[in-house]
């Protein structure tokens, strides 16, 4: 028996249903706003409307059925993963899949390393993937999925990879590890050409994730900035994760995996016989798949082009060295690390960052609170430019003023915390 009570939704007329979704989204942030310093991947109002305009176009097609019905779509995905294996330097006989985001493409290399070493080493009955302290929490759901038991640092050392401690927790069942080009926290790149070696010298799969990194790291080192070698030019990197709905600022729901042979493919593909309606075959987790996403990437690479990502990017380095400098510069403040990408984190030894975060939250600015250490971790784009970096910097030191002389504390605002 049913125990649901009450009327059911009555329909109603578009007007109606319009006037509610805008009065929704006025309570929520503007994406675009400059006072949001949380991921928003944002390179300019032409760019988003390109990306707007093409997902449009294709919102009504399904990626599955891309080889017989829409074969648009297949163009723009084998163009799109052209443009980024070229871009993160992957051999020419790599193997590339379009996503729906990062934690399926981060999926499906665990399932590819996973199904690798079950050929090729059958002794190991309980497989393991070593993990950094940084790696996304993906890893850790898609290994509960997977059956792979993980180990995990529980510490970096300057904000990077413990090496010391990835070489310790290698064992006879490992059969993967992963660094980040940059991780999500702290935004400074893993010392991957070290955890290359450790992975090349005990035969394990390295898995590069440049879901944050990919779209901006090629672009800082063209520029001559500071980036340690994060792609496939690492020997032991055997697949890479990049989102074009992060810094290729794509409409969301478009990543790509990619394998550094195409040998490896087989390892990725499900296929199936077993129903009446002919072989089922597949590279990805997600069925039916809108094409506006793919659509969408393929049309703001075609729009920027090579130098319009590395003129764009540059604006935002440019803003990323105002800001950090700044920060160094305010008493008992100071950045993390060395990130080299466009987003960071910002902690203290005296103050309460929370009590920092949540006065600037309270003020309207938007960013993620950080727990290990309390910290405030910002991401920048194309809206955060001198003016706005000024006038944050500016409050933020307001802010931390008054943190130190006690006149303001914590809210205790839960919700802020952590970002799921
Ligand atoms: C470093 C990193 N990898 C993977 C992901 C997962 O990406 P998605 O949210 O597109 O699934 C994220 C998301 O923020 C990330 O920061």
Same mark, same amino acid.
């Given at each position: 028996?049913?125990?649901?009570?009450?009327?059911?939704?009555?329909?109603? @007329?578009?007007?109606?249903?319009?006037?509610?979704?805008?009065?929704?989204?006025?309570?929520?942030?503007?994406?675009?706003?400059?006072?949001?310093?949380?991921?928003?991947?944002?390179?300019?109002?032409?760019?988003?409307?390109?990306?707007?305009?093409?997902?449009?176009?294709?919102?009504?097609?399904?990626?599955?059925?891309?080889?017989?019905?829409?074969?648009?779509?297949?163009?723009?995905?084998?163009?799109?993963?052209?443009?980024?294996?070229?871009?993160?330097?992957?051999?020419?006989?790599?193997?590339?899949?379009?996503?729906?985001?990062?934690?399926?493409?981060?999926?499906?290399?665990?399932?590819?390393?996973?199904?690798?070493?079950?050929?090729?080493? @059958?002794?190991?009955?309980?497989?393991? %993937?070593?993990?950094?302290?940084?790696?996304?929490?993906?890893?850790?759901?898609?290994?509960?999925?997977?059956?792979?038991?993980?180990?995990?640092?529980?510490?970096?050392?300057?904000?990077?990879?413990?090496?010391?401690?990835?070489?310790? #927790?290698?064992?006879?069942?490992?059969?993967?590890?992963?660094?980040?080009?940059?991780?999500?926290?702290?935004?400074?790149?893993?010392?991957?050409?070290?955890?290359?070696?450790?992975?090349?010298?005990? !035969?394990?799969?390295?898995?590069?994730?440049?879901?944050?990194?990919?779209?901006?790291?090629?672009?800082?080192?063209?520029?001559?900035?500071?980036?340690?070698?994060?792609?496939?030019?690492? @020997?032991?990197?055997?697949?890479?994760?990049?989102?074009?709905?992060?810094?290729?600022?794509?409409?969301?729901?478009?990543?790509?995996?990619?394998?550094?042979?195409?040998?490896?493919?087989?390892?990725?593909?499900?296929?199936?016989?077993?129903?009446?309606?002919?072989?089922?075959?597949?590279? !990805?987790?997600?069925?039916?798949?809108? #094409?506006?996403?793919?659509?969408?990437?393929?049309?703001?690479?075609?729009?920027?082009?090579?130098?319009?990502?590395?003129?764009?990017?540059?604006?935002?380095?440019?803003?990323?060295?105002?800001?950090?400098?700044?920060?160094?510069?305010?008493?008992?403040?100071?950045?993390?690390?060395?990130?080299?990408?466009?987003?960071?984190?910002?902690?203290?030894?005296?103050?309460?960052? %929370?009590?920092?975060?949540?006065?600037?939250?309270?003020?309207?600015?938007?960013?993620?609170?950080?727990?290990?250490?309390?910290?405030?971790?910002?991401?920048?784009?194309?809206?955060? !430019?001198?003016?706005?970096?000024?006038?944050?910097?500016?409050?933020?030191?307001?802010?931390?003023?008054?943190? #130190?002389?006690?006149?303001?504390?914590?809210?205790?605002?839960?919700?802020?915390?952590?970002?799921?």
């Amino acid at each position: 028996m049913s125990s649901y009570s009450g009327t059911w939704v009555q329909g109603r @007329p578009w007007c109606a249903i319009e006037s509610d979704l805008d009065a929704g989204r006025r309570n929520d942030v503007n994406w675009t706003s400059p006072m949001n310093f949380s991921a928003s991947y944002f390179a300019g109002e032409d760019v988003a409307l390109i990306a707007r305009e093409a997902f449009l176009k294709h919102i009504g097609d399904n990626v599955t059925h891309r080889y017989g019905l829409h074969p648009s779509v297949l163009r723009y995905e084998q163009e799109a993963l052209e443009f980024i294996t070229r871009l993160l330097n992957a051999p020419t006989n790599a193997h590339a899949t379009v996503t729906t985001g990062g934690s399926e493409s981060l999926f499906l290399a665990m399932n590819a390393a996973r199904e690798q070493a079950r050929e090729l080493k @059958p002794e190991i009955y309980e497989p393991e %993937i070593l993990l950094t302290h940084t790696a996304y929490p993906v890893f850790n759901k898609a290994a509960h999925a997977l059956g792979l038991k993980v180990r995990q640092l529980t510490s970096s050392v300057d904000y990077r990879a413990d090496l010391d401690g990835l070489e310790a #927790a290698i064992n006879k069942n490992t059969i993967m590890m992963v660094g980040g080009a940059p991780p999500f926290p702290y935004g400074v790149v893993d010392p991957l050409e070290d955890m290359s070696e450790l992975a090349l010298r005990n !035969n394990i799969w390295l898995h590069v994730d440049a879901c944050i990194g990919g779209f901006v790291l090629p672009f800082a080192e063209a520029h001559g900035r500071p980036v340690p070698v994060f792609d496939f030019r690492l @020997p032991a990197c055997q697949s890479l994760s990049v989102d074009f709905h992060k810094y290729g600022y794509a409409m969301r729901g478009c990543s790509a995996v990619i394998l550094r042979d195409s040998k490896l493919a087989q390892y990725q593909t499900f296929s199936s016989d077993t129903w009446p309606a002919g072989d089922y075959i597949s590279e !990805n987790m997600s069925g039916s798949r809108n #094409a506006g996403p793919v659509a969408s990437a393929w049309a703001v690479i075609n729009y920027l082009g090579y130098d319009g990502f590395l003129e764009r990017m540059l604006k935002v380095f440019d803003s990323m060295d105002l800001l950090t400098k700044a920060i160094d510069r305010i008493p008992c403040l100071q950045v993390h690390g060395q990130p080299q990408g466009v987003h960071f984190s910002f902690g203290s030894d005296e103050l309460d960052m %929370i009590a920092i975060g949540d006065a600037l939250m309270a003020r309207g600015w938007m960013m993620n609170l950080q727990t290990k250490p309390e910290s405030l971790l910002l991401m920048l784009s194309a809206q955060h !430019n001198a003016t706005v970096v000024n006038r944050y910097v500016s409050e933020l030191t307001e802010v931390s003023a008054a943190v #130190a002389d006690g006149s303001i504390g914590r809210q205790h605002n839960e919700q802020a915390y952590g970002i799921y």
